[in-house]
């Protein structure tokens, strides 16, 4: 049904159906019985976690660039006249 064309709308729905039933099968099946633990401890993983969130979101910002690109073509062409100069003198 999948690779059908008058049936596709149907077999997207099944096979996101299954795995959605997959998914919910298997969180369903996990155990999670936490441990007793200390203050300091606690304080611990609370901070991680929120210095990886905010690592995280900080990722997700849209990069801008603060410097502006230089301008000066005829410096860099100089600079590297000059480096040019020095390499074949020293060779």
């Known amino acids: 049904m999948l690779f059908a064309g008058s049936y596709k709308r149907?077999?997207?729905?099944?096979?996101?159906?299954?795995?959605a039933a997959l998914f919910v099968g298997i969180i369903n099946s996990v155990r999670m019985s936490f441990m007793p633990t200390t203050l300091w401890q606690l304080g611990v993983y609370v901070v991680m976690i929120a210095a990886?969130?905010?690592?995280?979101?900080?990722?997700?910002?849209?990069?801008?660039?603060?410097?502006?690109?230089?301008?000066?073509?005829?410096?860099?062409?100089?600079?590297?006249?000059?480096?040019?100069?020095?390499?074949?003198?020293?060779?």
């Open 52 to 91: 990886g969130g905010g690592l995280m979101f900080k990722g997700l910002n849209r990069y801008e660039e603060k410097i502006p690109a230089p301008d000066n073509t005829a410096d860099l062409r100089r600079e590297l006249d000059e480096l040019r100069r020095s390499i074949n003198r020293d060779s």
């Open 10 to 19: 149907w077999a997207n729905l099944l096979v996101w159906a299954s795995l």
